[in-house]
C-alpha cells in the first residue's frame, strides 16, 4: 500500500540461537509518529537497525518505501532516511560545521540547510570548534541536526533526548511535530517516558524482544484496564463509604483526597463526590504512559514466572 512507508511481517531476528526479536508485526503510515518503549535489551535498536538494512532478518519481512532495506533498489529510499544512533560519535577533530557539511554531502542535502538546522538545534556559537570540545548535550544536538539533514520521508531516532536539557527537549519534540505535519513518519525510542506522550501517535512496546502491546494509549488504556486516578479536593475527610462504587482509597486527608477507581465506575463516582456541598475541585488523571509501560512489563514478567513454573513441573 502506497501510504505505508515501514511494513513489518512476522519479523524476527536471533543471535547465535537467541531470539533477540520475534514475530514483529508492523504498518506505520505517513505522517505517523510510534514510540518504541521497552527495557534494556528488549529489542529496540535491533528493529531500527532491521528497518535501515544494517542487519539481516532471521525470519519474517522488512519493507520500507515499498522495497526491502537490503536489496539494491533500496539505495534511492536511503536519503529519504534519517538515522540518530543510540550512542552518537563523529569525527573529533572536525568542527561542527564541517562534521554537518561532510554528511550534508554524503547525503546531498542543499549546502544551506547545514547552517540552518545548526542554528535549530542551537549550535551557531560552537559551529566553528572542533566537536573534541563539545559537550555531551551539544554532540547530541548536532547528532539530531544529521538525522534531519535532507528533510527525511522516514526518522529512526534512538534515545533522541539522552543529554538533552529541558528546553532543547523542548524544541526536538516540537522539530518532529513539524516533520509529521510535512508527512515525515517517526519512530522513537526512549527511556524518558513523561512528556513523550503528546507527540506519539501509537506505542509499541516490547518486553524480551515480543511485542507486548500496539495501539494509539487509548487503545492501550482500553485493553489494560487499569483504573483511573481521581483527586478530590473540600471532602474534609469524609467516609467514602458506597461498596458498589468500588472505590480505592489512597489518601483521605482534611485537604485533599485521592482515589482509583475502574473506568466503569467514573462517572458514578464523579456524580457521587458532587453530591458532597464542601467539594471545591476535582481532577481525573487518566492512566499515563509510565504506568501503561509498568503495567505491560508486569504482565510480561508474570508470564514468564507461569512459563517458567511450567518447565519446572
Ligand atoms: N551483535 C549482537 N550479537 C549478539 N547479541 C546481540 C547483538 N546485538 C544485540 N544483541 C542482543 O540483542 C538483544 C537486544 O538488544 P538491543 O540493542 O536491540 O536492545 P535495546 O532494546 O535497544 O536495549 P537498550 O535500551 O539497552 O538500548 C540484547 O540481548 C543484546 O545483547
Known sequence: MKDIIVSLKELGKNYNGLDVLQNINLDLKAGEVLGLFGHNGAGKTTMMKLILGVIEASSGSVNVFDVAPQSKQAWHSRKKIGYLPENV???????????????????????????????????????????????????????????????????????????LDPIATKEFYLSVDNLKSKGASVILCSHVLPGVEQHIDRAMILAGGKMQALG??????????????????????????DPKLNLHLIKNTSENSQLQVPEQNKISVLKHLLAYDNITDIHLDAPTLEQLYQHYLNKHDQQKNVTKQGTQL
Not at 485493553?223 to 471532602?235: K, S
Open 89 to 163: 560519535s563523529f569525527y573529533d577533530h572536525l568542527t561542527g560545521l564541517e562534521v554537518l557539511t561532510y554528511f550534508a554531502r554524503l547525503k546531498t542535502s542543499p549546502k544551506p540547510q547545514v547552517k540552518q538546522l545548526l542554528e535549530q538545534v542551537g549550535l551557531t556559537h560552537a559551529i566553528n570548534r572542533p566537536v573534541k570540545t563539545y559537550s555531551k548535550g551539544m554532540r547530541q544536538r548536532l547528532g539530531l541536526a544529521q538525522a534531519f539533514l535532507g528533510e527525511p520521508k522516514l526518522l529512526l531516532l534512538d534515545e533522541p533526548t539522552v543529554g
Open 216 to 241: 494509539t494509549l487509548n487503545d492501550l488504556r482500553n485493553q489494560a484496564d487499569l483504573p483511573v486516578n481521581i483527586a478530590a479536593h473540600g471532602l474534609n475527610g469524609a467516609v467514602l463509604d
